[in-house]
């Protein structure tokens, strides 16, 4: 009954040959004193045209020192006649009411932070329209900053999340773009172009902040890649079950690092070399419907040439888990694959090659080709 009234309320009141003007005054608070002022001044410059026969100039110009109460004058504006001194009395004592209220009205929604949020409105706005295929960073703090660099240093565009005024700032002096904004509520992710994007970094410093963060983006989002942070092997099998794609430990991370740095020291200082360079890695996904593939099906890689043709490298060929439940054989990852495998549906192809030579071997798999996504080098 209570919402009935309410709706009934709503409407009578915009009803009625004034209701688009109730509406936009409802809407944009301070344009109801904006709107009388206009009248104000109008009405007097109307008032000493009719009254005086100045031209417009003169008439607006005698209402600016009347309203303003400056009060000087000179020959092309001097008051002749009663009805003028009629016009400077009314609008002295109307004016000075409708400015003060015009002023007051500016004052308190400057107070208010209504401005203010107005800006942020039209920021996000432009946000949503610039950022496409983007990669969403929830969280600036010491592993934020980190992921920032690194994928900045690829010129990928990236949209920072965060409601810390400190790393706002610090975001903003480094050139990045920021969206202040709570991450694990589903409108800052909306905003952020969740459904745009081409992944989605948790990175904040709690572990269940990061949970709500993969459960509100994949429910937006189904198909979007997620990446969480966690602190311990319970936090990643959660946030596995929330949606999350990959889940990173930075203390795994950092031990495997270390550790292989104590015992492959060659290996990591090419990783480290191959980091600086030109070369990328790409993930090459094939269609899971053998048509799509076409004379591809089934081929070798001896036979399609395709590292020759495209300069590129096939690091690894990633068997699809359905072919591994049919045979029970096959293996899950073939590393550094001979010229004797072949290509069949749902296959990831781990590529690694310059840009125009990881271009030219998605031209080469043509209509084969399911989706790409790059990977860290």
């Not at 209220?101 to 949503?128: A, D, I, P, V």
């Not at 990173?248 to 495997?256: F, I, L, T, W």
């Amino acid at each position: 009954m209570s919402t009935r009234r309410s709706r009934g309320r709503f409407r009578s009141r915009y009803r009625g040959p004034l209701a688009p003007l109730r509406r936009l005054l409802d809407q944009l608070p301070w344009a109801g004193p904006v709107l009388a002022l206009a009248l104000v001044v109008n009405a007097g410059a109307v008032g000493y045209r009719l009254t005086e026969g100045w031209d417009w100039g003169d008439c607006y110009w005698m209402v600016l020192i009347t309203l303003s109460t400056l009060g000087f004058s000179d020959e092309h504006t001097s008051l002749v006649h009663t009805g003028g001194r009629i016009v400077t009395a009314l609008l002295l004592v109307g004016g000075l009411v409708v400015v003060q209220q015009t002023l007051q009205k500016l004052l308190e929604l400057t107070n208010s932070g209504y401005f203010r949020r107005l800006r942020e409105r039209r920021y996000r706005q432009q946000l949503q329209r610039s950022m496409n295929q983007h990669v969403i960073l929830c969280g600036y703090g010491r592993i934020g900053r980190e992921i920032a660099e690194q994928l900045c240093g690829e010129n990928i565009q990236l949209l920072v999340v965060e409601n810390d005024p400190g790393r706002i700032d610090e975001a903003q002096q480094r050139g990045l773009t920021v969206l202040q904004g709570d991450a694990t509520l589903d409108e800052t992710l909306e905003e952020a172009g969740i459904h745009r994007c081409r992944a989605l970094v948790a990175a904040l410093p709690s572990n269940a902040a990061n949970l709500y963060v993969i459960l509100s983006a994949r429910g937006l989002a189904p198909s979007a890649r997620l990446i969480a942070r966690a602190d311990s092997e319970e936090a990643e099998g959660k946030l596995r079950l929330a949606g999350a794609d990959q889940v990173v430990s930075p203390y795994v991370a950092g031990g495997r690092a270390m550790a292989a740095t104590a015992l492959r020291p060659l290996a990591v200082t090419f990783m480290e070399l191959l980091a600086g360079s030109d070369c990328e890695v790409e993930e090459f996904l094939l269609s899971e419907h053998p048509d799509r593939l076409g004379d591809l099906n089934g081929a070798s890689l001896s036979e399609l040439q395709l590292g020759r043709r495209s300069g590129a490298l096939v690091l690894a060929i990633r068997n699809p888990a359905s072919s591994q439940l049919s045979t029970g054989t096959v293996e899950s990852l073939i590393a550094n694959p001979g010229g004797d495998i072949r290509l069949a549906p749902g296959q990831l192809l781990v590529v690694m090659g310059s840009k125009r030579q990881l271009q030219r071997f998605g031209e080469l798999l043509g209509s084969a080709l399911a989706g790409v996504e790059s990977m860290p080098s």
